[in-house]
């Protein structure tokens, strides 16, 4: 996907990648199916065999693709920023709870358990290798705090919990519950505004990647990722020097753009 946007395209699926370069066409029957249950059918371990069998082939095209069109090292750099993504850590990120839906309507010491309910779920999640939601719906996190069952027999009446899974963890959601009272209140962080400044330096830089994407028909990502265009816009650098620092890790574009990131945050400055 990520050569397949460098070079322009517009489907960047294997579908699609499959047929514009080997004229192949993939039998989608199993795209939707359940790839959880086990064991995987026969037809199933058929379907996920050559879906994989033309990937090495496909990624010699690509690569050819993006050496002729002079693109490899910054496909190279894409490549490598792929890599660097972290994964799941396993531990919760703190004032999560926020992110469950209905959560803007509730007090502070509903939120404060709700994180606590947040925090469980996620760690159970983790240990086992599945959604959040696998573990237990926002749906039922809601209930939970609202209602705040107190026994066995109030927990299991909650809609939306299996008898399986309340009989496994009743007594660490009771205990979650019963801190309610006892827990400080968990305020939702405000979010600073940004300077009228460097909300300008963003919109030009956004400005300048989109007409530059256009011109060398590409996403504007593919000009400069999102997590550089906040950097530059928030460093506000004056010289390459400085320029060179915030893009250490894409070169290419820092070669490629550096002259005219300078001179669109330059013109900012002067506006």
Request: hydrophobic letters at 40%; glycine letters at 4%.
């Amino acid at each position: 996907m990520i050569a397949a946007r460098i070079l322009g395209e517009q489907s960047v699926g294997l579908a699609a990648l499959l047929n514009s370069r080997m004229g192949l066409e993939l039998d989608k029957k199993y795209q939707r199916a359940n790839w959880a249950i086990r064991p995987l059918t026969p037809e199933m371990l058929t379907y996920a065999c050559q879906d994989s069998h033309f990937l090495y082939e496909l990624r010699n095209i690509l690569a050819a693709e993006l050496r002729e069109k002079g693109l490899w090292e910054l496909a190279l750099e894409d490549f490598q920023l792929a890599c660097r993504v972290e994964g799941h850590a396993g531990v919760p990120v703190p004032q999560t709870c926020w992110k469950v839906a209905g959560s803007t309507a509730i007090d502070g010491q509903e939120a404060a358990i709700l994180q606590l309910l947040v925090d469980f779920r996620e760690n159970l999640a983790s240990k086992q290798n599945v959604p959040p939601f696998k573990i237990i719906t926002n749906e039922v996190l809601m209930k939970l705090i609202k209602e705040v069952p107190s026994t066995y027999d109030e927990l299991k009446a909650i809609r939306g919990t299996s008898p399986r899974f309340i009989e496994r963890h009743a007594n660490e959601i009771l205990d979650i519950l019963k801190k309610k009272e006892s827990l400080p209140p968990l305020r939702k962080e405000r979010k600073v505004r940004p300077s009228e400044a460097y909300l300008n330096r963003l919109d030009s830089l956004r400005e300048w990647r989109k007409l530059k994407g256009k011109e060398l028909k590409v996403e504007s990502d593919v000009i400069l990722p999102r997590d550089f265009v906040e950097n530059v816009a928030g460093a506000n650098p004056t010289t390459q020097k400085e320029l060179k620092e915030i893009l250490q890790l894409i070169p290419w574009r820092n070669e490629h753009f550096g002259k005219e990131i300078l001179l669109v945050l330059k013109k900012q400055e002067t506006e």
